[in-house]
Nanobody, 123 residues
Framework: QVQLVESGGGLVQAGGSLRLSCRAS????????LGWFRQAPGKERDFVAA????????YYADSVKGRFSISRDNAKNTVYLQMNSLKPEDTGVYYC????????????????WGQGTQVTVSS
């Protein structure tokens, strides 16, 4: 069983930056692909970014390319999402997700989920 705990959300003005963190329990962290998803009120949960276990493969949604950066520190069992040039449309609850093995951009392929952290970008 893997537990994921997100932190780092908050309220920021458009153009600002935030860094989200997601810390995982367990000793097999380096074998887990990790992803970030977000959900705005009344909308589906959308893919944001994903990273392979080694950190060598990165994937981003088109809407965040060039602004967001995903990274991981396997020694700390932590994955990060650096968010720059934030826009009001980036507002939502951000979830960290993990699965053993293959990196995916599809939410339904992730087995483990955090509780989410709220990001609000004001205009």
């Amino acid at each position: 069983q893997v537990q994921l705990v997100e932190s780092g959300g908050g309220l920021v003005q458009a153009g600002g930056s935030l860094r989200l963190s997601c810390r995982a329990s367990g000793s097999m962290f380096r074998f887990y692909a990790l992803g970030w998803f977000r959900q705005a009120p009344g909308k589906e949960r959308d893919f944001v970014a994903a990273i392979s276990g080694s950190g060598s493969s990165l994937y981003y949604a088109d809407s965040v390319k060039g602004r967001f950066s995903i990274s991981r520190d396997n020694a700390k069992n932590t994955v990060y999402l650096q968010m720059n040039s934030l826009k009001p449309e980036d507002t939502g609850v951000y979830y960290c997700a993990g699965q053993f093995g293959v990196t995916s951009t599809h939410a339904n392929e992730y087995r483990y989920w955090g509780q989410g952290t709220q990001v609000t970008v004001s205009s």
